[in-house]
């Protein structure tokens, strides 16, 4: 299956499993204060076992292409580490995760699971916006002397910011669907009207302005 097919089906599923909802006349409130007329939480396509599969594949096909020297696969906390483990238990790989910071009492670990010097790993997230979460895991498997090959993730947005925050970081991003392509099938299927599509385009132009 090409990346554009796998691409529009992986966006089927986001919309038919409400993993992602389009909302532009009543937009959502980000976290980090952004107006969004999308709101997205792949997690909810675990609770379907036939979706659930199918993007376990995808992930672990993109990672033998674009990253066969792999060795370790590593999910980002929290919501790339079950979709990690799946992918990790498709490739047959060591497992791992990275938590957002190092915890505050036990060991004090931020990367649970046996990561090795020198280990070539793959990060699996499940959604990419600005890339910031996602290059602090990244960095933190750098600072505990193993290789970061590159990420593979479920959904991006495709923002300017994210493609040039993974280009001053040095490390390839492959995602198995984006934005557009979701855009796209929400239109075909009905989920919105073809005239919000230009307010879509619009946001997604300057998110961190749009609607203020």
């Known amino acids: ?9 992986v966006a089927s599923f ?6 992602v909802k389009l909302r532009p006349e009543q937009p959502f ?3 980090s204060g952004w ?31 674009q990253y066969p020297n792999a060795e370790a696969i590593a999910g980002v906390a929290t919501a790339g580490i079950a979709q990690g483990a799946l992918v990790a238990e498709q490739l047959e790989m060591p497992f791992l995760y990275v938590r957002p910071e190092p915890k505050k009492h036990g060991m004090g670990n931020q ?11 793959v990060l699996i997230e499940d ?31 495709g923002f300017a910011v994210s493609e040039e925050n993974f280009r001053k970081a040095g490390i390839p991003l492959h995602c198995l669907s984006n934005y557009n392509a979701l855009v796209e099938a ?27």
């Open 127 to 157: 959604l990419i916006s600005t890339g910031g979460s996602s290059l602090k895991a990244a960095e933190a498997v750098r600072a505990a002397g193993a290789e970061v090959v590159g990420m593979a993730a479920i959904f991006t947005y």
């Open 35 to 65: 107006n969004s007329p999308i709101y997205c939480d792949n997690r909810v396509t675990l609770s379907f076992p036939y979706i659930r599969s199918y993007i376990k594949q995808q992930l672990a096909e993109l990672v033998k292409q």
């Open 14 to 19: 986001l919309l038919e499993t409400e993993a």
């Open 1 to 9: 299956m090409d990346s554009t097919t796998t691409a529009h089906q």
């Open 29 to 31: 409130k980000w976290s």
């Open 111 to 121: 990367i649970e699971g046996r990561l090795l010097e020198g280990q070539k790993v």
């Open 186 to 212: 929400a239109a075909e299927q009905g989920y919105i009207q073809k005239s919000a599509m230009d307010t879509l385009a619009e946001w997604r132009q300057s998110p961190q302005t749009w609607g203020v």
